[in-house]
């Protein structure tokens, strides 16, 4: 529990906020050096800035819209498919990983440590070794989110299932129903809000791993922007921010909304 | 005697589970998806897995630099995020900005940072900048800056107006108001969203390389383009390592903290 003891009588700051803001500070001085600022020329920085914003002051180019939309769709249905991958995927590896199902007790910390590494390194990375072994295309950049995802999800199913009462599994067990019976009846449907709603949480999630995807050519708008910005086309770069603007704004809208409606 | 139920709850579940499967489909025939290459290739997939299983470490010598690097990104654009978090959140937040005008720009304006990934972002960062650090900590830092303006605003929104109008009452202004009520009652959500934040910061401080942001992510793009997957698997079991043990030092932190 913190002690906020702010506002203190005195008026001052409190001596954890003190020793909190020099260790920051402490941190950020050590770590200036690796940023390499020397390096950077500032006065040629800024003048490549300035020069660089004007650029964006152009009208977005309609010329492109009709690739970009389609990117843009490409991305939306990778972002779908992976999601509906994880959900489905998530279940099972979320009940092996729970540790009141009555695994040997040595199975849910494997899966745990395995899902947690897994979860480690970003979509992008995972990415990159599919492309590496599948080829260009989607399905690469798919499978990253549901691994990924899987990752994610498996852990909060494993966590909504180890609160559930255990005297609802003896209720079910009680009536004979068999191992599998008793986790399905008993365990399953108490996981099921918050599985509902991470997953909408997942294809929100998604919808911006995807568009970071083409970068590594997992296809979508990602590899659309990246080729607008290797070729300085700055009209179609701003026709690409305002699409995934309103993208991705729409699904974070989506999101917040119908998740207040489930937790409500 | 007549009992009278009440109505049945309409159970939409497959109807949802209809639509859901009808979009699967659909995205996988317009995707052009063949999950079965998936079987009919995995010899070659073990083959290229087998790459990765003799890490060697030469010309490594860069390592613990970078990564260090790496940090040094996810913290200062961490600082950069709680700052932006910091000015954007009460100007989001209907409790503290009685401007409605201004609010909905702010919100926008963090809507559009969140919507713009950091990766693609340092990509664009690095035509006016030029490779490096530099570029990654501002891309990291204008992207979670818009998700912490958020994450603040809705905290501010949520604390009890009670507490607003107690230090109202004391004739306080609207910059007092948020000093002594707004933050002192939140500043357990800035603490965990801010950690949370740093944490999501190095994973991504880590691949950052990639687009030209500095960090380790330079080595295991430079490793990939050479097909060296025996230093990739290295410099991933690296990453993994690191994250590892910075994931258990937040988690520990949090621990203290809650």
Not at chain 1, 214 to 223: F, P, R
Not at chain 2, 61 to 80: F, K, N, S
Not at chain 2, 151 to 172: I, M, P, Q
Request: include cysteine; charged fraction near 15%; aromatic fraction near 8%.
């Amino acid at each position: 529990m913190i002690r906020v003891g702010f506002p203190t009588p005195s008026g001052r700051l409190p001596r954890q906020a003190w020793y909190a803001i020099a260790g920051f500070v402490l941190m950020a001085a050590l770590t200036l050096p690796l940023l390499e600022l020397g390096e950077l020329e500032f006065g040629r920085a800024w003048h490549d800035s300035v020069e660089f914003l004007g650029h964006l002051l152009v009208a977005p180019s309609l010329a492109h819209l009709p690739k970009v939309l389609t990117a843009m769709g490409q991305t939306i249905a990778m972002a779908f498919v992976a999601t509906v991958l994880t959900c489905v995927a998530s279940l099972p590896v979320g009940i092996l990983a729970a540790g009141n199902v009555g695994w040997p007790r040595t199975l849910p910390p494997l899966v745990r440590v395995i899902i947690s590494v897994i979860r480690a390194l970003p979509e992008v990375v995972w990415a990159i070794l599919f492309v590496a072994a599948l080829g260009l295309g989607p399905l690469p950049g798919i499978l990253a989110m549901t691994v990924v995802g899987t990752g994610l999800l498996a852990r909060l199913v494993a966590e909504a299932i180890e609160v559930v009462d255990p005297r609802c599994r003896e209720g079910v067990a009680a009536h004979g129903a068999s191992g599998f019976q008793t986790v399905w009846f008993a365990l399953a449907p108490q996981a099921l809000s918050e599985w509902v709603s991470a997953a909408v949480y997942m294809l929100d999630h998604n919808v911006r791993a995807a568009s970071i995807l083409g970068l590594v050519g997992a296809g979508g708008i990602g590899y659309q922007m990246t080729m607008a910005t290797r070729l300085f086309e700055y009209d179609r770069l701003m026709l690409i921010l305002l699409v995934m603007w309103l993208t991705i704004g729409a699904f974070d809208a989506l999101s917040d909304h119908l998740r207040r409606r489930l937790t409500r | 005697m007549m009992v009278t139920l009440p109505p049945k709850p309409r159970n939409l579940a497959p109807l949802a589970a209809l639509a859901v499967g009808v979009g699967f489909v659909a995205a996988v025939r317009g995707l052009d998806l063949r999950f079965g290459d998936l079987l009919s290739c995995w010899p070659d997939l073990l083959d290229y897995a087998a790459e990765y299983t003799t890490p060697r470490l030469d010309g490594m010598a860069d390592v613990p630099r970078l990564m260090a690097q790496t940090v040094a990104v996810a913290w200062w654009g961490t600082l950069l995020a709680m700052l932006l978090g910091a000015i954007s959140g009460p100007l989001s937040s209907a409790a503290l900005n009685p401007w409605p005008a201004l609010r909905f720009l702010v919100r926008q304006g963090q809507g559009f940072l969140r919507a713009l990934p950091d990766l693609l972002l340092t990509l664009v960062l690095v035509i006016a900048l030029g490779l490096g650090p530099v570029p990654g900590v501002l891309a990291i830092g204008l992207h979670t800056g818009g998700f912490l303006g958020k994450f603040f605003g809705e905290a501010l929104d949520a604390v009890d107006r009670g507490v607003y109008e107690g230090v109202a009452a004391t004739g306080a202004t609207r910059l007092q108001l948020l000093m002594l009520a707004g933050w002192p009652s939140v500043m357990r959500e800035v603490i965990g969203y801010s950690l949370y934040v740093l944490d999501r910061n190095v994973r991504m401080a880590c691949v950052l390389g990639i687009a030209g942001g500095g960090g380790i992510g330079v080595l295991l793009q430079e490793s990939l383009r050479l097909f060296r997957y025996d230093r990739a698997a290295y410099l991933m079991v690296v990453i993994v390592l690191c994250l590892v043990a910075i994931d258990a030092l937040s988690t520990w932190l949090r621990k203290r903290l809650s």
